[in-house]
């Protein structure tokens, strides 16, 4: 499997609602950041899903390095 595409180099902020899924990005090349729009297809990637446990904002990792999956951990920092 080749390298994910750096999307950006921060997270990006999104609202989310308890208990709805979403499925995150994982290769960087959706136009729909940080969620899927079909892009990989082809990649060997696939979309990651994410339920939120909570309302409120989270922080997508968009640099697609993030050892915590769809949510960011500051790997953007070390690229």
């Known amino acids: 499997m080749n390298s994910p595409t750096i999307a950006q180099k921060s997270p ?3 609202e989310v609602e308890a208990g709805k899924t979403y499925y ?4 960087g090349k959706s136009a ?3 969620f899927c729009d079909g892009a990989h297809k082809g990649s060997g990637f696939a979309p ?5 446990e909570k309302t409120g904002t989270v ?3 968009a640099c ?6 769809a949510l960011c951990d500051g790997s953007h920092k070390s690229l």
């Open 12 to 14: 990006i902020a999104a």
């Open 24 to 27: 995150w990005c994982s290769c």
């Open 32 to 34: 729909t950041q940080p």
């Open 48 to 52: 990651l899903p994410y339920t939120a």
């Open 59 to 61: 922080y997508f990792c």
């Open 64 to 69: 697609k390095h993030s050892a915590k999956g």
